[in-house]
């Protein structure tokens, strides 16, 4: 298959293509596409940037396009299940750019925002639901949705699903969905407890990969640079003067380590703003919106956020700490280089971090180049750097705005210069990896969400208890919000409610 044309799709699925400018389909879509527009069940490996979701979403509509079937009330006839809230927004709106000149109803449900107006959505029944795990879960034990009438189920990064502690919530999940149906199970990589999840889940599926498992993107130039971690701030802040750097990512491995990265370039004039776990919905969408838009070109993000983020001309990714998962750089990195662009892919490095970085290079394959200092740096001597880290860690204490959280005086968990072991953001991993959850707390993956909020996925660190004034504690992005559900509901969910645009 070499174009679009050349799979049959419906006509109005393939006027929206051509309104959009696609011809020729990624190799990921070339092989996906016809098995999944005959009903097979399919399971997908490949990297992020690859067309993943045109590969399902396309199939997915056409098959809606010839059935005049309806939504059963309080229920959906596609699910999708998204780790992140970003990415189901996405999914979301590609389904409504896909299937412009369909009509057929779209809805997108997770955390973050008040849960009624999402039960007002989908009580008359929509064809399509984009929804994470814990969100889903609560809506079902509300008894506002059910899922007897699912025809398709679509898994997708499933590897991130596992590594997030999701896989509790999925096995409850599957247990309601009928068995006949047809499932599309989509992950960039394959290790065994996710072929053991695929072996559960579909019935003599297709199997397509279109890259071997956990490579990097080809067309990123990927260095590293060894530096003590007094003076990554230093290193970071020179490194985006350049104004060659039109749009950069930049990733820590905590959320309060995102935090001290934006205020550090704040002090030297370089505006950024940060996205991750903390932050409300409305930050995370402004943030992101301004990202998009170029009104800021740095963003810091952990991994969590890392696979929502499908941002076109990303030039630059900054790897400011390593992570301790290996796959996650593979993902990170594959925020540039889009679309047949190219990208540079820049990491920092300590002492500690360097069997990160073995680790790493075990799984690409491949040795990161060495860099040395830019031009111009004169890095800070550790006695200097070390001052500087002492300086940051009193200053939220000083403002009320502990990250660590605990009582004043008490030093913050997250230690500047040391890597968090098994305590990212998102990073627990599957089996187990890190601090076990907290007893008698439901999290995402073990057990009902309290209702009306999302479930804290595994590894999404409660803040301390160390209870600042309410104004300055920075916000869960899975807090329930107070009465009249935050300024940016309405744009979240009413505007996908309705999808067909003629």
Known sequence: MTQFTDFGLAQPVLRALSEAGYVTPTPIQAQAIPPA???????????????????????????????DRRAPRRGCRVLVLSPTRELANQIAESFSDYGRHLSFTNTVVFGGVTISRQERALAPGVDILVATPGRLIDLIERRSLTLEGVEILVLDEADQMLDLGFIHALKRIVKMLPQKRQSLFFSATMPKNIAGLASQYLTDPVQVAVTPVATTAERVDQQVIFVHTGAKQALLGHILRDPAIERVL???????GADRVVRGLDKVGIAAAAIHGNKSQPQRERALQAFRDGDCRVLVATDIAARGIDVDGVSHVINFDLPNVPESYVHRIGRTARAGADGLAISFCNDEEKAYLRDIERITRQKVPVAGF???FNPPSRQEAAE?????????????QRPGGGRPGQRPRQQQGRPQQGRPEGGRGFGGQGAAPRQGRPQEGRGPAPQGREARPQGEQRPNQGRPSRDSRPQRADARPRSGGGGGEGRNIGWLERSPRS
């Not at 930049?250 to 309060?256: A, D, E």
């Not at 500087?388 to 009320?400: D, F, G, N, S, V």
Request: glycine letters at 10%.
């Open 250 to 256: 930049v990733f820590t491995r905590t959320k309060h």
């Open 388 to 400: 500087i880290a002492r300086e940051e860690e009193r200053r939220p204490e000083r403002q009320q």
């Open 374 to 376: 830019p031009e111009g």
């Open 37 to 67: 527009m005959t009903g097979r069940d399919l399971c997908g490996i490949a990297q992020t940037g690859t067309g993943k979701t045109a590969a399902f979403a396309l199939p997915i509509l056409h098959r809606l396009a010839l059935s």
